[in-house]
């Protein structure tokens, strides 16, 4: 059973910063794409990010685009999530997840991994 495990989550005042990581217990990167996704309270889960481990090659959703950044730390197997200038409806559960065969697609269901989620709060 494959795991993945968020760090850095926390509260932060708007316009604030935070980096959000993905590990993952084995060497499972490779060939799939890790996404991260946020859930609200009350809200569905949405796709916020995706990169290619091994391309290299991202995709954002329109809302984080210009203040988000998705890399790869090939030497720790680990992906960050950037978070800058940060807004009270960047407010989420974030939720690190892999798949295999669908891409940068930015749709949940296609995922087959996921981690337990790590809590950002942003107050305004």
């Known amino acids: 059973q494959v795991q993945l495990v968020e760090s850095g989550g926390g509260l932060v005042q708007a316009g604030g910063s935070l980096r959000l990581s993905c590990a993952a217990s084995?060497?499972?990167?490779?060939?799939?794409?890790v996404g991260w996704f946020r859930q609200a309270p009350g809200k569905e889960r949405e796709f916020v990010a995706a990169?290619?481990?091994?391309?290299?090659?991202?995709n954002y959703a329109d809302s984080v685009k210009g203040r988000f950044t998705i890399s790869g730390d090939y030497t720790r197997n680990t992906v960050h999530l950037q978070m800058n200038s940060l807004k009270a409806e960047d407010t989420a559960v974030y939720y690190c997840a892999s798949n295999r065969a669908y891409g940068l697609v930015p749709i949940a269901r296609h995922y087959d991994y996921w981690g337990q989620g790590t809590q950002v709060t942003v107050s305004s």
């Open positions: 084995e060497r499972t990167f490779s060939s799939r794409t």
């Open positions: 990169i290619s481990w091994s391309r290299g090659t991202t």
